[in-house]
């Protein structure tokens, strides 16, 4: 079993993906069944390394900020563009010293930033730790800064570091 299925969960949410974008038929069913279990057995010729969790009790709090400033973010995001008051936002690059290193926690973190409206991950260095950030409202550089790395960055660390 182990082998035909190495990654269940996986397999099983991506069937479930499967079926709730298309529809609940054999077809799709089988269809949906051979794409999961081959997504499983590339997953598994990856060899990925298993995340260590040092305190999982904190992805609640996490999950928590994460919601409110994406909520905080469209709401802005929609206020710029309905407004139409373009002209008096500027823009730009932020780049971001990251103490953090674990390889889970900085997708997390890219994750996070990609998943908020308004800002991007544009590149990371690894060998000096620089997270390049595009803000569409670039008021205050700093600011910033200190968002990512005090309310996003600490507590990764304190959950995978």
Not at 13 to 32: I, P
Not at 101 to 126: F, H, M, Q
Request: aromatic content about 8%; hydrophobic content about 55%; glycine content about 6%.
């Amino acid at each position: 079993m182990n082998r035909l299925l190495p990654y269940p969960l996986l397999t099983a949410a991506l069937l479930l993906m499967w079926l709730l974008l298309t529809s609940f038929s054999t077809g799709q069913f089988l269809v949906g069944a051979t794409v999961a279990i081959g997504a499983s057995r590339a997953m598994a010729a990856l060899h990925p390394s298993k995340p260590r969790l040092r305190r999982w009790q904190l992805f609640p709090k996490l999950l928590g900020i994460v919601t409110l400033d994406i909520l905080r973010s469209n709401i802005a995001v929609a206020g710029i563009i309905i407004r139409g008051d373009r002209r008096d936002r500027v823009a730009g690059f932020v780049a971001i010293p990251l103490d953090l290193r674990d390889k889970t926690a900085l997708a997390v973190l890219a994750c996070i930033v990609t998943s908020t409206p308004g800002t991007a991950w544009v590149e990371y260095a690894p060998d000096s730790g620089v997270l390049l950030l595009h803000v569409l409202d670039l008021a205050d550089e700093a600011e910033w800064i200190d968002v990512i790395k005090n309310r996003y960055e600490a507590l990764l660390m304190d959950i995978f570091e």
